[in-house]
């Protein structure tokens, strides 16, 4: 195992080294990075301190746009219960927001009393609630209650499960995360505001509970549950002790590492001056067991720094010894040695030191026999909601539309705009074809970021027209997205019909393609999200560096410039549109015509790779048309955001059945 994951470090180092743009962004990180170091190093006084933790504070808020401020009824009401060697597991249910359930598994003592509750919430496994068992299973049988649950997505609350298919049509928790959060950064939210409520909501579900000290409540987790676990020991007061482990890393190394999920990676977090370290100083002084294991992809290496200057910020309160930083054997988990550092801390903090802190075997149960609900999905609850339709009615509650003036704005914060002249091109190969070459060119469209991009050369002398054409390869997809098609072979009739094409590949990084379903590239998205930047406006920079190196050759009519693009990669020629006059008109091809659309439908397709955060809550695509001028797009078979054509109204064009692109083409040019 050892040997595994070095390999997969290395192999990390490598893509790092090999990935150019990768790197363009690590370097800005870094450079935010060294900042937040500044700033810190001024932190030396508790009252500094205060004021640091109030500033984090709020920065986190704002950031994921508030909490939720319902606080309704729980409901709860328990299903079920499951007899165990010196306790029982109670199936229970209860509502996070309103027809928005919570399902989960009470490990309690059999001994009457009222004991301390510890939250368990369950990491990344499908499954959800009974993952973290034998920790729950041992914590009830040293004399607390704990409480396991279903995370968003996970276990019985899987956001697209499907009774037909007995299964969530996204593929798992993870992609569901992703794709929910993808929504909420579309109306300046982030998805991580849900996953804290329900923590939230846990926790009020043990204060509840008769058989609960609600002065003496503790939190651990692994990874996702990790993450789960730290938001709640920085929101919620009465958590009183913290452990948590598997997720730990300074940006440092896990900006180009392994990239969590969206309600583990908060908007904007280091161009906010933050680092993970802020998530444990904010909540001081409760005490943190901090944990690492020694072949997890979120190394101890990388989970050290985290602690360390976690506890320069504890030596300010005098509290030292309220965190601790413990590394167990093995890979991503919680091996025995950790599982029994988390006895010990929660039976120190909790219960005045006074238990046996030694692992002890239990019974495990499967999923089926800890489910809560009857069918295995909160679908057949009275009332029950998704979190796609809670996402919509905060969209609804918070939408405050904005004219051409604001959009104007919008463009030029998020820098949709290219300054400067002509990009020099290298030429790395030559090919020749029938009535055409093509020129392989490489190019810098702005300082650091190299594009590449085949330029297509008709034959004859005299300036011709051209086409900037956002390249599409045909990439493997799910049987039930429509395959996109090389725009290779349109390239090659725009040329033949004396266009001078410049197929352009934008600035990426490939390899964090992970080919599931519905996504695209988050990880890159998410990456240039973290330090305040968007990837689809620099993407719309990149168009406008191909309209430039057009516009400066000698073959080319600089006042007959045109562009195309597919897909979600419309929205990136739509932006460079609106800020480039050069480009005379453009083609739009299956492109999805509204953002709207996105927030009230089940399930979103490349999302990420088409939004600018908070853009719906004052336009929608339609306003980018505008702007821009209706008769200089031309839009064929406008798309849901599920790669489905569908009747947009006017001013469209749709193909009939086996209609080619040859008509089209010719209407266009």
């Not at 299964?167 to 798992?172: E, N, W």
Request: charged share 25%; hydrophobic share 40%.
């Amino acid at each position: 195992m050892k040997q595994l994951v070095r390999v997969l470090m290395c192999a990390a180092g490598t893509l790092w080294a090999q990935d150019p743009f990768l790197r363009w962004l690590d370097e800005k990180a870094q450079r935010q990075l060294d900042e937040r170091g500044r700033v810190l190093a001024g932190v030396r006084t508790r009252e500094a301190a205060e004021r640091r933790r109030a500033a984090v504070r709020e920065k986190i808020l704002k950031s994921i746009g508030g909490l939720p401020a319902w606080n309704g009824p729980l409901n709860a009401r328990v299903t079920g219960r499951v007899a165990a060697d010196g306790y029982t597991i109670e199936k229970v249910i209860f509502v996070s927001l309103p027809g928005f359930y919570m399902t989960g598994n009470v490990y309690r003592p059999n001994g009457a009393g009222r004991y301390p509750g510890v939250l368990v919430p369950a990491g990344h496994t499908q499954e959800g609630k009974p993952e973290p068992q034998w920790i729950a299973a041992n914590l009830a049988r040293k004399g607390f209650v704990a409480l396991t649950y279903d995370p968003i997505g996970q276990g019985e609350r899987e956001q697209t499960y499907l009774p037909q298919l007995g299964r969530a049509l996204s593929g798992g928790g993870g992609n569901e995360h992703l794709e929910l959060g993808a929504r909420s950064l579309l109306i300046g939210q982030s998805v991580a505001r849900y996953f804290i409520h329900d923590a939230k909501r846990a926790v009020d579900y043990l204060v509840s509970r008769p058989d609960v000290d609600a002065g003496r409540l503790g939190v651990t987790g692994c990874s996702g549950g990790g993450a789960i676990g730290t938001y709640v020991g920085m929101f919620d007061p009465r958590i009183k002790a913290a452990a948590v482990g598997c997720f730990l890393s300074t940006f440092r190394t896990l900006f180009t590492g392994p990239t969590p999920d969206s309600e583990m990676t908060l908007p904007r977090f280091l161009a906010n001056g933050l680092d993970t370290a802020d998530l444990f100083a904010m909540a001081a002084p409760l005490p943190w067991l901090l944990m690492a294991t020694t072949e997890d992809y979120f190394t101890p290496d990388s989970a050290r720094p985290v602690y360390e200057e976690a506890r320069r910020f504890y030596a300010l309160y005098g509290a030292e010894e309220k965190i601790r930083f413990a590394v167990g054997p093995g890979p991503h988990g919680t091996p025995k040695e950790s599982r029994e550092e988390i006895y010990r801390w929660m039976i120190r903090w909790l219960k005045g030191g006074q238990g046996d802190w030694k692992d002890e075997p239990v019974k495990l149960l499967t999923n089926r026999e800890l489910r809560v609900t009857a069918s295995g999905n909160v679908d057949g609850e009275p009332g029950s909601r998704k979190l796609y339709q809670v996402i919509q009615d905060e969209y609804r509650a918070l939408r405050r539309p904005q004219g051409r003036a604001e959009l104007r704005a919008e463009l030029e914060r998020v820098e949709a705009g290219r300054s400067g002249g002509a990009p020099e091109a290298i030429v790395l190969e030559t090919e020749q074809e029938q009535g055409y070459r093509v020129e392989v060119l490489r190019f810098a469209s702005e300082p650091g970021v190299m594009v590449q991009g085949r330029l297509y050369l008709p034959a004859g002398a005299g300036k011709k027209p051209a086409v900037l054409m956002v390249a599409e390869k045909r990439l493997p997809v799910p049987l039930y997205v429509q395959r996109s098609q090389s725009t290779a072979a349109l390239a090659e009739q725009m040329a033949r019909a004396g266009q001078v094409v410049l197929e352009l590949d934008v600035r990426d990084s490939p390899a964090a393609y992970e080919g599931r379903p519905f996504l695209g590239n988050w990880v890159t998205n998410e990456r240039a999200e973290v330090i305040g930047l968007n990837l689809p406006a620099m993407r719309a920079r990149d168009i406008q560096a191909g309209v430039a190196l057009l516009a400066a050759r000698a073959e080319v009519n600089a006042s007959a410039i045109r562009g195309y693009a597919r897909g979600a990669k419309g929205f990136w020629m739509l932006l460079a549109a609106a800020v480039e006059p050069r480009l005379k008109r453009i083609w739009l091809d299956r492109t999805p015509y509204s953002f709207a659309m996105a927030l009230e439908r089940p399930l979103a397709s490349f999302l990420f790779d088409a939004l600018i955060p908070g853009f719906a809550l004052h336009w929608d695509v339609p306003d980018l048309v505008a702007l821009i001028g209706r008769e200089r797009v031309y839009w064929t078979d406008p798309s849901n955001w599920m790669s489905q054509v569908e009747a947009a109204g006017p001013g469209y064009r749709y193909r009939h059945v086996g209609e080619s692109d040859a008509a089209l083409l010719k209407e266009f040019l």
